[in-house]
């Protein structure tokens, strides 16, 4: 975890994500995209973080990212996601979603398919009318479903011009989050400290289940599910707790973890090795929870002379085959408090980091403070 | 006050004509409003329109440079990191991390230089292109007046070690040399390159030597002739003694050591050794420190910095930093010749000599475009603790003072604002009222921008920034009405009267429609109902709802009944609830005791003796009372019903 590189782009950023890799393919993640926000001039970009067996003999920029290209974005870039290997979904603070194409050959980004006006408040004089904020996102080609500050959920299909579903006041308070828990099925959190689970198939606008935290209402922001483990959903609130549930039972989350001084702003469970988990937050840390088993070695992994071969393959087969046996290494309540190893992955606390995304052994995040910080050697 | 340092620079605005036209202006936390007014010089008002813009000034405009950004940002960082340091740490490992900062900051105005490099290299039309190497100008004559505080006030280096210093700082800022070294070393034949001599003249005045004597000898193997002298100057280069780092000898040795060299190349000159190479002999004059011979190589010195060092070098290398400013003074005087009059930079690296710190930070300020120089590099010399003597003569200390300009600038920018708040923390006693001046003029855009503000204010308690931020949110919910947001919004300000406010909105919508919206949020108050009476009343009524939906007709009527007999439920909408209790009344079992049925009848009978008080009769009005008339003979029927129900039921029980 020495090799991460940070790179100042005058330009807040909002949002980090890699370009999927096709499915299948041994290729590691290099393109990932940003959005900014709070600029003048805000804008969507693609960044390369170059080939690694190109190692620049001065030393030089060996592993920098380099923008390949970017587009204009009106307004704050809410949430971005990679709806396919070219195209990406922006959702934006005047409301607008917009679907941007990549050009590979010329390098260029242009948008494609919008939608203007997904998400707006009506007035209390019903003709006025105003943009609301879209917060946030999730793609399940052919289909994108976008949540906002005016509480709506919008079902589009990538073709059409008009959304296929809404759900008007789905929340009295404005929607954080979105993901799909499994197709039509998808999850929500809000300002109040609820999760909701929304059936497409069923009509009316009520939500299929509401879990929620006790009591106190603290706003949640963010929300993942586990890859393989469709009922355990991560949240992330303004407390900078994390809460882990299980949709399956019970309306309350299965564990709190105590982890953040301020708002967690994006939770990531690592798409190919679940019991790894990636936060972030505004008090300007990103955290790695590691819950697979507690390998005695692994403490000596985390000296920062690891430099034994032997150990980290020892390790890692370890890992491989211990995964098996532990399939919800995230439930076990009261064990695994004291399995989960958090290592801080920032070396300075700096302003807030907005977003993280992780994709096999590369982690990409972008901070208020106008770095976006690239590691290619998530567990080494 | 004092007197001014100089002329104050006029900024002229383009389209406003202020020899004919009065103007008007006002002053903002970072910048300025001006704009014309409609009276003329005369003082006579004019209709005849003039320039209809209003301009905004604005006064760090570096702030603005897209490249500088990344300034700020990155050192934003060493900023924070700086003010964390131990207090505890004292002597040598204070003073090392001290100047590891001072590196640091170094090192990104270098980072920004390279890149402002290239974009200037890359800029298509001329006027960006120029306007980009001004700013590598000024960047780099911050980088080099940084560099030299740094030697000279936080690293304080003593005499010997102060030299070398001095020479590493002349060779990072004269660094043409190492692209003519590539040039020269690239070509066929060396010592036949045209620019060879120059070459060696350059490597001879950094005290660059041993890449100096590499030169001769291709010199010398190219030409016996000269073969023979090049080796002895080349002997002179190799044996001239100098302190090197891990060396323990004393100064007085060295002192001594460097006297006999110095004696050896006199006589070598004296001897005509090199008499016939002109070159050659005029490089062993400058290593004799000859001022005449250096001043003749101006143009390789290219500034009277390079000259001082290089004569130090050669004549005085165990300097006292005491005697500085001394040799400084003379080499300025000798550099210009009477010819030209020192620059700005000129003056602030002749403070720097002097050391008068404050000196340096006032010609600093006046002459650079930007408060971010000023503000790190008086911040870090606070922290060397050369400064706390000095108090300006209005509010705070100068480190304060110019910390503050700095942040407003970062406040003035639309995006900057977030690193402006660390700077203001760290201002003892202006920082907070300036913070808390600043942060209620960002604009909130997004409720995730807000929920920054908010985050920020609530870590510093700023209790009366978090309330207003709450209530402009909540304001604007109602506006977009979202009523639930704008709820939660008033829970989390603490703030009663609007959620009264907003609670009567949610009842008036339950009257019109019939049914409540925002359940979700209603039905989870938990103790947040407490804030205010009215939002009690729309949780506990909503509490009713659903007991009654539930079934529970027992605890749903004594709830109903409670909410009015504890004055609770507003006046105006006992009527609602009176009539909520209707179907309670006519259903087959009974559910009101008789105890209950009078509480009842007495709140009807405080309701409709109180009616007839108000009101003017208009015939909507008496519509209204129609039916309001049929509703109180109907709840007056069902009472009785069922009391004599009640009476009959609970007379039979204790009978039984």
């Known amino acids: 975890m020495e090799e991460i590189y940070a790179k100042f782009v005058s330009q807040k950023i909002s949002k980090t994500r890699w370009r999927p890799v096709p499915s299948g393919s041994l290729q590691t993640a290099e393109t990932f995209a940003t959005g900014s926000w709070d600029n003048e001039e805000n804008y969507v970009s693609l960044w390369s973080i170059g080939d690694l067996g190109n190692l620049d003999s001065d030393g030089g920029f060996e592993g920098d990212h380099q923008l390949l290209c970017g587009s204009r974005h009106y307004g704050d870039v809410m949430d971005l996601q990679f709806f396919d290997q070219e195209r990406i979904v922006a959702a934006s603070s005047t409301g607008c979603v917009t679907v941007f194409l990549h050009h590979p050959n010329n390098q260029t980004l242009t948008a494609c398919q919008q939608w203007a006006t997904a998400h707006y408040h009506t007035g209390p004089g019903s003709p006025s009318w105003s943009c609301a904020p879209c917060t946030g996102v999730v793609c399940n080609n052919p289909e994108i479903v976008t949540v906002g500050e005016d509480g709506r959920i919008n079902l589009f299909r990538v073709d059409h011009k008009e959304a296929v579903r809404t759900i008007d006041n789905a929340d009295s308070s404005t929607l954080h989050a979105v993901t799909f828990l499994r197709t039509p099925e998808i999850l929500t959190v809000n300002s109040i400290g609820q999760l909701k689970i929304w059936d497409f198939r069923q009509q009316g606008n009520e939500p299929s289940q509401i879990l929620s935290l006790t009591g106190d209402r603290v706003p949640l922001h963010c929300v993942d599910r586990h890859p393989n483990q469709q009922h355990v959903v991560a949240t992330g609130g303004q407390d900078g707790m994390l809460s882990i549930w299980d949709v399956r039972q019970g309306t309350m989350p299965v564990s709190l973890l105590k982890a953040h001084e301020a708002e967690m702003w994006e939770v990531h469970f690592h798409p190919s090795n679940p019991d790894h988990l990636f936060t972030c937050s505004e008090d300007g840390s990103l955290w790695h929870w590691d819950a697979s088993t507690d390998v005695p070695e692994k403490s000596s992994l985390f000296h920062q002379g690891g430099r034994n071969s032997t150990f980290l393959s020892h390790s890692i087969s370890n890992q491989a085959s211990v995964h098996q046996s532990l399939i919800s290494s995230w439930l076990s309540t009261d064990p695994a408090k004291d399995r989960i190893e958090i290592t801080s992955l920032l070396p300075n606390r700096t302003l807030s980091v907005n977003s993280l995304d992780v994709l096999g052994p590369c982690l990409v995040c972008g901070t208020d403070a106008e770095a976006i910080y690239v590691t290619r050697q998530l567990f080494s | ?656």
């Open chain 2, 1 to 656: 006050m004092e007197e001014l340092d100089g002329e104050p620079v006029v900024t002229s605005i383009p389209g406003v004509n202020s020899k004919k036209k009065q103007m008007c202006f006002d002053w903002g936390p970072g910048e300025m409003l001006v704009c014309e007014t409609s009276f003329s010089k005369q003082g006579k008002s004019e209709t005849v329109p003039g320039c209809p813009f209003i301009f905004i000034i604005r006064k760090d405009i570096d702030v603005y440079s897209q490249i500088l950004r990344k300034l700020f940002n990155e050192s934003h960082g060493i900023f924070v990191g700086l003010q964390r340091m131990e207090e505890d740490l004292t002597g040598k490992s204070r003073k090392a991390q001290l100047v590891r900062v001072s590196k640091n900051y170094r090192s990104v105005i270098r980072a920004c230089m390279e890149e402002m490099h290239q974009v200037a290299i890359a800029a298509k039309d001329p006027a960006s292109g120029h306007q980009f190497s001004s700013q590598i100008s000024i960047l780099s004559a911050m980088e080099l007046i940084w560099n030299l505080c740094e030697i000279l006030f936080i690293e304080v280096a003593p005499a010997g070690p102060l030299l070398l210093h001095l020479l590493d700082w002349v060779r990072l800022h004269v660094c043409e040399v190492d692209s003519l070294l590539a040039d020269v070393l690239g070509s066929e034949s060396p010592s036949r390159h045209e620019s060879f001599w120059k070459l060696v003249t350059i490597l001879v005045l950094q005290g660059r030597l041993d890449e100096a004597r590499q030169m001769l000898s291709k010199e010398a193997d190219a030409s016996p002739t000269s073969a023979g002298m090049c080796r002895t100057l080349g002997d002179l280069m190799r044996t001239m003694p100098i302190l090197s780092p891990g060396n323990t000898q004393t100064l007085t040795e060295l002192e001594l050591k460097w006297q006999h060299w110095h004696e050896e190349c006199e006589r070598h000159l004296q001897d005509g050794t090199f008499a016939p190479s002109p070159h050659l002999e005029s490089l062993c004059k400058i290593m004799l420190g000859d001022e005449a011979a250096l001043l003749e190589q101006k143009e390789l010195l290219s500034n009277w910095y390079h000259f001082l060092v290089t004569r130090l070098l050669y004549s005085h290398p165990t300097v006292k930093p005491i005697d500085l400013h001394f040799y400084a003074q003379s080499s300025l005087d000798l550099f210009l010749g009477g010819e030209s009059s020192p620059e700005p930079l000129d003056n602030i690296l002749m403070a720097a000599f002097e050391f008068d710190i404050h000196q340096v930070i006032k010609e600093c300020s006046i002459a650079l475009s930007n408060w971010w120089f000023v503000a790190h590099l008086t911040d870090l010399l606070d922290h060397c603790k050369l400064l706390q003597s000095h108090n300006l003569y209005f509010g705070s200390n100068m480190r304060e003072f110019l910390l503050l300009e700095y942040a407003s600038g970062l406040f003035a920018h639309h995006s900057l604002w977030q690193l402006g708040v660390d700077y203001f923390d760290h201002c003892p006693e202006l920082g907070r009222v300036s913070l808390e001046m600043h942060i209620e003029r960002i604009p909130l855009s997004t409720e995730q921008k807000a929920l920054k503000v908010l985050r920020i204010c609530e870590q510093r308690q700023m209790t009366e920034q978090v309330r207003s931020i709450c209530k402009i949110l909540a304001m604007k919910a109602v506006r977009n009405n979202r009523l639930g947001s704008a709820l939660s919004w008033s829970i989390r300000a603490k703030d009663a009267a609007f959620a009264t406010l907003v609670s009567d909105r949610f009842l008036r919508d339950y009257c019109e429609r019939g049914c409540f919206s925002d359940l979700d949020l209603i039905d989870n108050l938990g103790p947040a109902m407490m804030l205010s009476d009215r939002l009690t009343f729309l949780g506990k009524y909503r509490e009713f709802h659903r007991l009654y939906g539930d079934k529970r007709f027992v605890d749903a009527a004594s709830l109903l009944l409670s909410l009015m007999t504890s004055q609770i439920a507003p006046r105006s909408f006992w009527m609602t609830l009176l009539t909520d209790a209707l179907p309670l009344l006519e259903q087959k079992q009974v559910i009101f005791s008789a105890d209950q049925t009078y509480e009842l009848l007495r709140c009807l009978e405080d309701l409709t003796s109180g009616r007839p008080a108000h009101g003017e009769p208009d015939p909507l009005q008496l519509q209204d009372d129609d039916i309001e008339t049929t509703k109180v003979e109907m709840l007056r029927l069902s009472l009785a019903r069922n009391l004599a129900r009640a009476i009959v039921k609970e007379g039979s029980l204790e009978g039984s």
